[in-house]
């Protein structure tokens, strides 16, 4: 239940009243009289103690707070902290001596960011060498798409080395941004609303959540392999929010962690996106914001209403949904819907993602 303000015409009529009902005889609603002044003076008071009472009662909950630092406490009470921005880590590729072994700390550089290698490696008879790297600095800025490009930082300090290192095909990921306050508050309410039951799936759930970077995540039971548990996840920064393998790889490493004994297999995994290719005609105002507009709406719906669908445990995208976000993108007045024909279902790990947008 919120708390009602009351207007200052309102407070002021009170204290009038108040001031005729203990000072028979008076009378506050005279403007030539001076408990008039005191009361207008004590109902703007009034109205500053009101305004605060309102903002403590907002603030109390978790639902409604919205006090970064309140929010940060509420979710503290329940053990959910905001996550801090991670670096990227994952594998280069590149030559140098062979047989010559290379010790930890060479640095690489791309696009501003500087890598560091952490273990020493040998490289192979035929000069071939792979280093573990991680990013000196944080943010999903750092993360590289396989095959993206290292220079070496300083030639001078490993002549045998190549100058050019290339990111092996996991990518270099699990960098992501500091986590932001609706993000924290989703978590803290996710945790409140399903408190920790000794390996329920929303454990794992809140095990893959407290990743930097994951945005959403899904635990289903394995069917025919009593306790084993499957995780899919959405990382930010990700084309279409689809996990890189160095993101899976992170995941994986805190579920391994955190998981019970008596699990025997809980397995991190991408989803599969499902491009889902869209056809409008008879857009009011069909302009290029508008058409931006729309297709980010439909993005936002995918990642909102959706999760994966596995066989036995399918996931149905209705066509009306789509139809919805099309509404709802600002400037959009009448469409019409031509394709999808028809619901959607998922299965196979499958997650929606906007393909293809055409207009008629």
């Known amino acids: 239940m919120g708390f009602p303000l009351r207007s200052l015409e309102e407070i002021s009529r009170t204290v009038r009243g108040a001031f005729r009902q203990y000072l028979p005889g008076t009378d506050a609603s005279l403007r030539v009289n001076v408990t008039y002044v005191i009361a207008k003076a004590v109902s703007l008071l009034a109205r500053e103690y009101e305004l605060r009472?309102?903002?403590l009662h907002r603030n109390m909950f978790l639902w409604s707070a919205d006090n970064a630092e309140w929010v940060s406490l509420l979710a503290a009470d329940v053990g959910i902290w905001a996550k801090a921005p991670s670096a990227s880590s994952g594998a280069v590729t590149g030559t140098g001596?062979?047989?010559?072994?290379?010790?930890?700390?060479?640095?690489l550089s791309s696009g501003g960011q500087t890598f560091v290698t952490t273990s020493a490696v040998a490289a192979d008879a035929l000069g071939g060498v792979t280093f573990p790297v991680l990013c000196e600095q944080s943010g999903a800025a750092t993360n590289r798409d396989a095959a993206a490009v290292l220079m070496l930082a300083d030639p001078s300090l490993q002549p045998t080395l190549s100058q050019e290192f290339a990111v092996t095909s996991g990518g270099l990921g699990g960098g992501a941004d500091a986590e932001t306050l609706e993000a924290l508050r989703s978590?803290?309410?996710?945790?409140?609303?399903?408190?920790?039951?000794?390996?329920?799936?929303?454990?794992?759930?809140?095990?893959a959540l407290s990743v930097a970077g994951v945005i959403k995540a899904?635990?289903?039971?394995?069917?025919?392999?009593?306790?084993?548990v499957t995780v899919l996840f959405l990382f930010a920064g990700r084309v279409n929010s689809i996990p890189l393998p160095g993101d899976?790889?992170?995941?994986?490493?805190?579920?391994d962690a955190r998981r019970l004994i008596r699990v025997d297999a809980g397995?991190?995994?991408a989803p599969v996106p499902l491009a889902i290719n869209v056809s409008i005609s008879g857009l009011s105002q069909d302009t290029a914001e508008i058409r931006a507009a729309v297709e980010a709406s439909i993005r936002t719906m995918l990642v909102n209403r959706c999760r994966p669908g596995l066989a036995g445990n399918t996931f149905t995208v209705s066509r009306?949904?789509?139809?919805?976000?099309?509404?709802a993108a600002s400037g959009e007045d009448r469409h019409v819907l031509l394709?999808?024909?028809?619901?959607?279902?998922?299965?196979?790990?499958q997650f929606p993602v906007l393909g293809v947008v055409t207009y008629a």
Do not use: C, H, M
């Open 53 to 55: 009472f309102g903002w």
């Open 97 to 107: 001596a062979p047989g010559q072994v290379y010790p930890a700390g060479i640095r």
């Open 187 to 207: 978590r803290a309410l996710q945790r409140k609303r399903n408190p920790p039951r000794a390996g329920a799936l929303s454990d794992y759930e809140e095990i």
């Open 218 to 228: 899904w635990a289903f039971r394995v069917p025919a392999s009593p306790g084993a």
């Open 248 to 255: 899976v790889a992170a995941v994986q490493a805190a579920i």
């Open 267 to 269: 397995e991190a995994s």
């Open 320 to 327: 009306s949904w789509i139809s919805e976000a099309i509404s």
């Open 339 to 349: 394709a999808p024909a028809g619901d959607i279902v998922l299965t196979g790990g």
